[in-house]
């Protein structure tokens, strides 16, 4: 891993997991800001409010979660309960986004 931080497997005491936990909590947190650019973005693109929401795709990025994570052994129905609100959190700022770009 960069910065010095190690790998998981490679930690040996818990201020190693601790500084790699951290780390990587800070790259979530970029991953996110640029998911929500995508958020700002598709509500400058979209000119209709109504199809903002939309349950066929909003479905399709769950199950893709929950595939993925499935795939790494991850827990997957927890993860896809985290994608829930992400998506649900991502859908109501994209509509903040939208009624403020055209006020």
Not at 65 to 80: F, N, T
Request: overall charge negative.
């Amino acid at each position: 891993m960069k910065d010095g931080i190690k790998l998981p497997e490679d930690c040996n005491d818990m201020r190693e997991v601790r500084e790699g936990v951290d780390a990587t909590d800070r790259e979530l947190m970029a991953l996110l800001d640029r998911r929500f650019g995508y958020m700002r973005a598709a509500a400058r693109i979209k000119t209709d409010r109504g199809v903002v929401r939309d349950e066929a795709r909003k479905t399709e990025v769950i199950d893709n979660a929950r595939h993925d994570a499935s795939a790494r052994e991850l827990p997957a129905e927890k993860i896809a309960e985290i994608w829930e609100l992400l998506v649900e959190t991502s859908i109501a700022y994209e509509l903040v986004e939208w009624d403020r770009i055209r006020s």
